[in-house]
């Protein structure tokens, strides 16, 4: 395989966990009669730019369909931090009634309504039917499609220039990320900006967050490599911030190299030399990351293992596709976690790709009252404790695998 950035040849592996079907791939009582589709799932290192991305099985068509059951307004954590984006990129860049916002991978309108709200202009871009509509059931604009150079080209004839583009948790989630860049590039107004979130790979590495692995996350991303793939494709990255998102998170500020006016912040140069002192630019520090995975697996399959051979039930919260990246690599099935909980009823009377665990809504915990209770979303893990605090009544404790098994 060839990098999706430079076209070098790959040959260093991060990671092998085997072989999985999509992790947002949710089965229906139907689907349940016929056969899934596996894919292997291996992440390889691109030694000449550093991008690190899965090995190419599946098309973006197979992994955002039309029903895809990833809904971001059921997050009051993740509604809480998009409204304080909002404010701080209104107040930053000064946009106002006059400005033109957009954000790619606008999912259910969670973030755009905040902008609405505020009287400015705005449209989202969202490929996927499911949460397109209940983006149009707000009042939100859309345009149903995946984003490229192309779709920006005709956005910007018919006049369609951003002062401001959102692009939070997508830019791994491109299978053509040189496409996908160029498009921001056409799409910005001359002074226009655009900022992009992501998953910092430094911290997915050095903390052991693996369980963020899976086939609809193509790339996994440090600012060493973003910045080449940006200069490359007409962007130039001026600032940068560390935000707590999914375990730790990059915000990038981008704008066009030919017209953009805004100085080169410290923190790109304080990030850059963080990744080079951290070795991301050698092989070494990709070494081990496998032996790290194994162990977490392990411990987790030997938790469940002991809890079932003592009489003990557990329940998971979060049909997360996290979850999904554990369960699948681990082999658990419906004998040692009974069901997981979810609020979203997209996914409710489903069941999970692979283990084929029934999902289902929060009053089973109640009726069933088991004995432990999984987080799968550990980056939601102070939501989820609040949320289930009422478990303590009847002994119930909370479990955690990743970064490490800890019983809380």
């Known amino acids: 395989m060839k990098c999706r950035h430079c076209q070098s040849e790959l040959t260093v592996s991060l990671i092998d966990l085997v072989t999985a079907p999509p992790s947002n791939a949710y089965l229906t009582q139907q ?20 991008l690190v991305q899965t090995e190419d099985y599946a098309g973006a068509d197979e992994l955002f369909s039309s029903d895809y059951a990833y809904f971001s307004a059921f997050s009051s954590s993740l509604l809480k931090h998009s409204e304080q984006y909002v404010t701080n990129m209104v107040d930053r860049f000064d946009l106002d009634g006059q400005s033109y916002i957009v954000e790619v991978a606008a999912n259910d309108g969670y973030l755009l309504q905040y902008v609405k709200a505020r009287g400015i202009p705005c449209l989202g871009i969202e490929p996927t039917t499911s949460t397109a509509d209940a983006a149009r059931k707000i009042g939100i604009e859309i345009i149903e499609a995946f984003f490229g150079v192309e779709l920006a080209n005709k956005m910007v004839e018919q006049g369609k220039q951003a002062d401001l583009i959102a692009a939070n948790n997508v830019l791994a989630h491109v299978p053509d990320i040189n496409d996908f860049v ?17 998953p910092h790979l430094l911290r997915l590495v050095s903390e052991n967050l693996f369980d963020t692995i899976y086939h609809e996350h193509y790339s996994y991303l440090s600012l060493t490599a973003v910045k080449k793939i940006f200069e490359s494709n007409g962007l130039s990255v001026f600032d ?17 190299t030919d017209t953009g006016g805004h100085q080169t912040s410290d923190n790109v140069i304080k990030i850059l030399d963080q990744e080079k002192s951290a070795g991301m630019s050698s092989v070494d520090f990709y070494a081990g990351f496998q032996g790290k995975a194994d162990r977490v697996k392990n411990d ?27 369960m ?64 303590r009544e009847w002994g119930a404790k909370f479990v955690v695998a990743v970064p490490e098994l800890e019983v809380l």
């Open 240 to 256: 940068v911030e560390i935000i707590p998102t999914h375990g730790g998170s990059l915000r990038v500020y981008a704008q066009r």
């Open 300 to 326: 987790f399959l030997s938790f469940l293992i002991e809890a079932k051979r003592t009489g003990k039930t557990v329940a998971g919260y979060g049909a997360a596709a996290k979850g999904n990246t554990l």
């Open 182 to 198: 160029g498009g921001f590039a056409a799409l910005l107004k001359p002074a226009g900006v655009s900022t992009f979130e992501f």
């Open 328 to 391: 699948n690599y681990a082999g658990v099935r419906q004998d040692l976690l009974s069901y997981v909980v979810d609020l979203n009823p997209a996914k409710q009377d489903k069941f999970l790709p692979g283990s084929r665990i029934p999902i289902v809504g929060e009053k089973y915990i109640r009726k069933t009252q088991p004995d432990y209770v999984v987080i799968f979303p550990w980056n939601l893990r102070s939501e989820v404790l609040e949320q289930l605090s009422y478990i």
């Open 31 to 50: 689907e349940l009669q016929a056969t899934e589709k596996y894919f292997p799932l291996r992440v390889l290192v691109c030694t000449d730019c550093w």
